[in-house]
């Protein structure tokens, strides 16, 4: 069997309700074992990738550092050198940030999940520096993430009111943009797969690439059934146990 490339969302596939999906960890083990190269990639917004990687450990899911990609890793990738960034974040992805803030004009107004310290100054420091001529950059553009309690408001919606108020259309850094995709396969050799639970961005930026997009039966799968118009997958399973077992018959 063909060595393949296999780039695995997180939340809604991997993680659900904040725990892993049961045979995910499994999953990820077999399709390693069958000699292909596994990565995830997620449009959290909220942690540092180190954290992030631990807590993906902690649920029983084997990860290293360079094998989850989160927008924040992608933000760090394109900012040039000199920039000086305004971050509509909370204080792990500004830490993150942290090479690209001192004093100068505002160059790029980065805007991630921001729940623990949004306010209206915050928000229209962000506002005035994108009219002064500052890129405005998304980390990601959802509208709701899911987690444990419930549906929460996500970055998507923080970043539209900024759209609207400036006139100006954010530059996407995570799912589905491709340049996100090209980021995460970088160097890994294999025909590309991409599992996710989300049509509007992991099939959608899987089809958009021409690689082959399974669709999971978990996370954002109901909420989509009754919505029209929306990429159609090359597969869809049950949940991600069932992948290693698609792959071998491929």
């Keep these: 069997m063909e060595p393949r490339l296999v780039l695995l969302d997180l939340d809604g596939t991997l993680h659900e309700h904040?725990?892993?999906v049961p045979g995910a960890a499994r999953a990820v083990v077999e399709l390693r074992r069958a000699g292909h190269t596994v990565r995830v990639f997620t449009n959290t917004d909220s942690q540092s990738e180190a954290s992030l990687v631990e807590r993906i450990r902690r649920s029983g899911i084997p990860v290293a550092l360079g094998e989850v990609f989160t927008p924040v890793v992608a933000a760090r990738r394109v900012l040039p050198p000199g920039a000086r960034v305004?971050?509509?974040a909370d204080?792990?992805?500004r830490d993150e940030l942290a090479a690209y803030t001192g004093p100068g004009e505002v160059t790029h107004?980065?805007?991630?999940d921001c729940r623990q310290t949004l306010s209206y100054e915050r928000l229209d420091a962000a506002f005035r520096?994108?009219?002064a001529g500052a890129e405005l950059l998304a980390l990601q553009h959802g509208p709701y993430f899911r987690a444990a309690d419930g549906d929460h408001l996500d970055t998507g919606a923080i970043v539209a009111a900024l759209e609207f108020a400036t006139g100006r259309q954010a530059r996407v850094l995570g799912k589905p943009s491709q340049d996100f995709l090209r980021l995460a396969a970088?160097?890994?050799p294999g025909e590309l797969w991409v599992a996710g639970d989300d049509r509007t961005t992991d099939i959608r930026m899987a089809g958009a690439a021409g690689a082959t997009a399974v669709l999971v039966r978990t996370g954002k799968y109901a909420d989509q059934q009754a919505i029209g118009d929306l990429p159609e997958p090359t597969h869809v399973i049950d949940s991600i146990a069932d992948l290693p077992a698609l792959l071998s018959g491929a």
């Design 186 to 188: 970088h160097d890994a």
């Design 86 to 88: 305004l971050a509509l």
């Design 129 to 131: 520096a994108v009219r």
């Design 109 to 112: 107004v980065v805007v991630g």
């Design 18 to 20: 904040g725990r892993a």
């Design 91 to 93: 204080r792990a992805v």
